[in-house]
C-alpha cells in the first residue's frame, strides 16, 4: 500500500450489514468497492453524479469479487483502489479491501468499467482518460 498512485478510503463495518453468521455479506463487499470508486472518482474532480446528468454514463461491465476473510460487526478496513487502463474503452479498477486492525487482505475486487453515451454506445474520449 506504499504506492503513490493508489488511493485509500477508510469505513467500518455496520452490525446491520451482518448476516445470521455474523459476518459481512458478501453483498455488501460491492458497496464497499463501489462506494471507493467514486470517492476516487470524486478525489480526481470527476463526479459521477454530474457526468450522469450530462448523459456520460461510467458503466461496470464486469467485475470479480475474490473474497479472502470476513468482516465483522464494527471492524474497521481500508479499501484502496487502482486503476489500470486495459483499452482504449475499458478501465479496470483493482480493488483491495484490508483489515486496519490486523492489516490482513479481506477481498480483491477487479471491476471493468466502460464509459458509454446516452446511445448506449461506448464513448472513445472518456472523462477516465484523465486517470492516466
Known amino acids: 500500500m506504499t504506492n503513490t498512485n493508489i488511493f485509500s478510503l477508510k469505513m467500518d463495518a455496520r452490525d446491520h450489514e451482518c448476516d ?3 459476518v459481512v455479506n458478501n453483498a455488501h463487499y460491492q458497496h ?11 478525489h480526481h474532480n470527476i463526479d459521477f453524479a454530474v457526468l ?6 461510467l458503466m461496470v461491465a464486469k467485475i470479480e469479487i475474490e473474497y479472502k ?7 474497521q ?3 484502496t483502489v487502482e486503476p489500470e ?4 474503452l475499458k478501465v479496470c479498477f483493482l480493488q483491495k479491501i484490508y483489515n486496519t ?6 477481498a480483491i475486487a477487479k471491476t ?6 446516452n446511445d448506449n454506445k461506448p464513448l472513445r474520449n472518456s472523462p477516465l482518460d484523465a486517470l492516466f
Open 69 to 75: 476473510a470476513s468482516l465483522k460487526a464494527h471492524d
Open 52 to 57: 450522469a446528468k450530462q448523459g456520460i454514463y
Open 32 to 42: 464497499y468497492f463501489e462506494h471507493a470508486r467514486h470517492r476516487f472518482l470524486l
Open 20 to 22: 445470521i453468521q455474523g
Open 77 to 79: 478496513f481500508q479499501i
Open 85 to 88: 487502463k486495459i483499452s482504449r
Open 101 to 106: 486492525q490486523t492489516q490482513a487482505l479481506m
Open 112 to 117: 471493468t468499467v466502460v464509459t458509454i453515451g
